[in-house]
């Protein structure tokens, strides 16, 4: 069997698309990155220690009850938490952008 030599670039980028959504799995990234998913799990393992943490970002929004008025404190912690998913969404498309780039390029047609 043939080992394929990925990138830094490509493994770095892998991680962060998997990392990137705790629903994310090794399967479905690696079936939409044309990577194995045992290859992904060694990478995100290997960053994981490289950075010393064992488990991925949790945390869910608090969600308002009905007839509580918004204050300016919860209306700052929604607008950080819709900030931060936007970060994260484009980080998903530039790290796709970047591995259909380098699947384009790998074809000889």
Same mark, same amino acid.
């Given at each position: 069997?043939?080992? %394929? /030599?990925?990138?830094?670039?490509?493994?770095?980028?892998?991680?962060?698309?998997?990392?990137?959504? &705790? %629903?994310?799995?090794?399967?479905? /990234?690696? %079936?939409?990155?044309?990577?194995?998913?045992?290859?992904?799990?060694?990478?995100?393992?290997?960053?994981? *220690?490289?950075?010393?943490?064992?488990?991925?970002?949790?945390?869910? &929004?608090?969600?308002? $009850?009905?007839?509580?008025? *918004?204050?300016?404190? /919860?209306? %700052?912690?929604?607008?950080? $938490?819709?900030?931060?998913?936007?970060?994260?969404?484009?980080?998903?498309?530039?790290?796709?952008?970047?591995?259909?780039?380098?699947?384009?390029?790998?074809?000889?047609?």
């Amino acid at each position: 069997m043939v080992m %394929k /030599v990925y990138s830094a670039e490509f493994r770095a980028d892998a991680v962060a698309l998997y990392l990137s959504d &705790p %629903k994310n799995t090794f399967e479905g /990234v690696g %079936k939409d990155l044309g990577i194995s998913r045992e290859t992904l799990r060694n990478w995100v393992r290997a960053e994981r *220690a490289r950075k010393g943490h064992a488990a991925g970002i949790s945390g869910s &929004p608090q969600a308002a $009850q009905a007839g509580e008025v *918004a204050s300016d404190d /919860v209306l %700052k912690e929604e607008n950080k $938490q819709l900030r931060a998913r936007i970060r994260e969404l484009e980080t998903e498309r530039e790290i796709l952008r970047r591995a259909a780039k380098y699947f384009a390029g790998e074809t000889s047609w």
